[in-house]
Each structure stands twice: as C-alpha cells, then as structure tokens.
C-alpha cells in the first residue's frame, strides 16, 4: 500500500537565534552563517528526494527551502508559522528575568499566556491542523514524498501531537537545517491521524525510545 513521506526539517539560523532572543512572529532572514550551515550540511550529507515542498510563511523557513531544494516551489502553510511571544519577541531570556508576567508564563505546565502570546493549547491544536492539511493535501495530490520546511517549536508540537513513538514535546527537538522524517499510513491516517516515526534529518536511523506514560510534562 502506498505510504506518504514528510520530512521535517527546521529552518536556518537567524541573528536572533544566535543572541538568544525570543522571535515568533517577528520576520528576520537567516543570516550568513545560519546559510553557511546549511550549505555545509548539503555537502556532508543527502537531503531527501521530495516531490513537493511546504513552508512557514516567515522569511527564514522560506529561504531555508530555497536553499535546501532549489528550483523546488513551496506551498506556504499559515497553521505552521510560529508561536506568537507577544511582549517577550526580540527579548532574551536574561532580559525577562525580572519580569513578573515572563515568570509566570515559564512555569513547567502553566496554562498561564500574557495579552498577545498564544496559548500553548492553542498553538498545539493549530500546528497538529497544519500536519493534517499538508498529509491531506498530499493524498488528495498524490504527493508521496515532501519536505515541511518549519520552526523548531512547530515541529516537536506536531510530533508530539500526532508521531509514534510517543514521546514528549522536549523530546523531538532539533537543530537548525536538521529534523525527522515520519510515514503516515492512508488506511490508519484516515481513522485516526497519525505519524510513524522513521529516522532523523540528515543522519542513519537513529530508534528512538518510547517516553515513560508517568513521566508527565
């Protein structure tokens, strides 16, 4: 039975990853060295063969597929843009520590979002959408093989949302260029919607473990 490949692939390094700071919506390009990365990991290692590529509307997953796949249009995809941090975007960490409304929304497990940052609940449901409409719209197609070019936190969202093995949304982080690839099965897909873990971007197959179900987070 035909199979739908999607590989998951973060965008480049930014200026603001390289400062730390906090950069949801805000719109920076990569910048040299985050595209001297990724011509370095083209040359050490093969990218798959995909038939259609889909992007984050930001500049840097864009610029980060026209990069990895050339000549490859994208489809851009809304529900896979990142998180909005609201008044924290362009602020690091060492910035935000005396401010009480941060210190509240870093709480492991808190439901707790300031005025203009998205809801960890919210954002997991619109992402978990965006993989379902890119595996819909490849089955609709015929797609069997795509690249997701996308934003950290949007892929360990998915992955924990819909991937097998289950593990935790710590647990499918990913550096800059790199990600995973999984499988998704029509006759299950279809039921229930979910993804087959089969190996990480670039790299061998690397199993991972499954996580603990009473390691709760």
């Known amino acids: 039975m035909k199979t739908y490949k999607l590989h998951l692939i973060r965008h480049g390094l ?7 700071r ?5 719109d920076p ?21 995909v038939d259609e590529v889909y992007a984050s509307p930001l500049l840097r997953a864009r610029q980060t597929a026209e990069i990895l796949f ?10 896979l843009r990142e998180a909005s941090f609201g ?6 960490m060492a910035q935000l520590r005396n401010d009480e409304e941060y210190a509240k929304w870093v709480v492991p497990g808190s439901d707790y979002a300031p005025a203009g940052v998205e809801p960890a609940k919210a954002f997991y449901l619109r992402v978990r959408e965006g993989i379902i409409q890119v595996v819909d719209d490849m089955m609709s197609r015929g ?42 099965d029509p006759s299950l897909f279809l039921r229930e919607p979910v993804l087959e873990y089969v190996c990480d971007i670039p790299g061998e197959d690397i199993p991972r473990e499954e996580e603990d179900p009473y390691d709760l987070y």
């Open 14 to 20: 930014t200026d603001y990853n390289l400062e730390g």
């Open 22 to 26: 906090y950069c949801g919506t805000l």
């Open 29 to 49: 390009p990569l910048c040299e060295e985050g595209v001297d990365q990724l011509y370095d990991l083209m040359e050490r290692f093969d990218y798959p063969y």
């Open 70 to 79: 050339p000549g490859c249009e994208y489809t851009a995809v809304e529900n």
């Open 87 to 92: 008044p924290f975007e362009g602020k690091t």
């Open 143 to 184: 797609v069997t093989s795509a690249a997701v070019i996308t934003h950290a936190g949007v892929i360990s969202a998915a992955l924990a949302a819909l991937a097998y093995p289950k593990l935790s949304q710590y647990e499918w982080n990913c550096e800059a260029g790199q990600g995973f690839t999984v499988r998704a």
